[in-house]
Nanobody, 121 residues
């Protein structure tokens, strides 16, 4: 089974930037639906972005549109999430996912272990 490993989380001040990476154990980037979800303490999992390949269509949630950018590197088999203008409400564990693609977390069968992003005010 494909494994996803996220990295790049950390502590940043509001207005700052972080880039998350998701390394896949198999050739998934550019071939299958992938994306990012997040979950803050005491809250449900929240859709962040979904990427459909090979069309390249990207669907962002309204809460991150214009601030976050998702991309993939086929050669490195790695998915990225560039996060700019971070806000305290972006604080959450961020998960890389692979699956059928949609805003429904249940549509994704493979999840990474998550990486913590904390934005201080």
């Amino acid at each position: 089974q494909v494994q996803l490993l996220e990295s790049g989380g950390g502590l940043v001040q509001a207005g700052g930037s972080l880039r998350l990476s998701c390394a896949a154990s198999a050739r998934t980037v550019g071939r299958f639906e992938m994306g990012w979800f997040r979950q803050a303490p005491g809250k449900e999992r929240e859709f962040v972005v979904a990427i459909s390949w090979p069309s390249g269509n990207i669907d962002y949630s309204d809460s991150v549109k214009g601030r976050f950018t998702a991309s993939g590197d086929n050669a490195k088999n790695t998915l990225y999430l560039q996060m700019n203008s971070l806000k305290p409400e972006d604080t959450a564990v961020y998960y890389c996912v692979m699956g059928a693609g949609s805003r429904d977390p249940n549509a994704y069968g493979i999840w990474g272990q998550g990486t913590q992003v904390t934005v201080s005010s």
